[in-house]
């Protein structure tokens, strides 16, 4: 018998400090999330995003080469994936920025538990539905307490 774990987002902004700064709080979910102690959810618009992002001269500067490449590789293999997301006008709630609306469709098609962002506008929002949206810090507090 499966155990239910719980689904948690974690934003482009999250996984690439994970990837800057491997003692840091988005590094210690990435980690959880290695040791199976919750489900990670994306979509292919997350892993664009941070195909793109990460191809941006700050972070080429900073990570190994090949690094947010097989971050992005280990996504698509190992999370609960969803490929089709609404995204843009098409995305069923918009998000302050607009760019982040796939975040919040995803969170309703997934059924996620958090959304786990750096984002401030995002974390205005506080909740998605039924999916609260949380920083890192708060996310591993919530992790050390289940």
Known sequence: MRIILMRIILDTNILLSALLSPHGPPAKLLDAWESKKF??????ALIVELREVAARPFFRARLRPG?????ADG?????????????????????????D??????????????????????????????????????????????
Request: glycine share 4%; with cysteine.
């Open 39 to 44: 489900d990670l959810v994306a979509c292919d």
């Open 101 to 146: 609306s796939y975040l919040l469709a995803l969170a309703e098609v997934s059924h996620s538990d958090f959304l786990v962002t750096g984002d401030k506008e995002l974390l205005t929002l506080g909740r998605q539905k039924l999916t609260r949206i949380v920083t890192a810090s708060a996310m591993v507090q919530i992790l050390s307490q289940a």
């Open 67 to 71: 690094t947010a490449a097989m971050l």
């Open 75 to 99: 996504l698509r293999e190992f999370s609960l994936f969803f490929p089709k997301v609404p995204t843009g006008r098409a995305a069923p709630h918009f998000a302050p920025d607009p760019k």
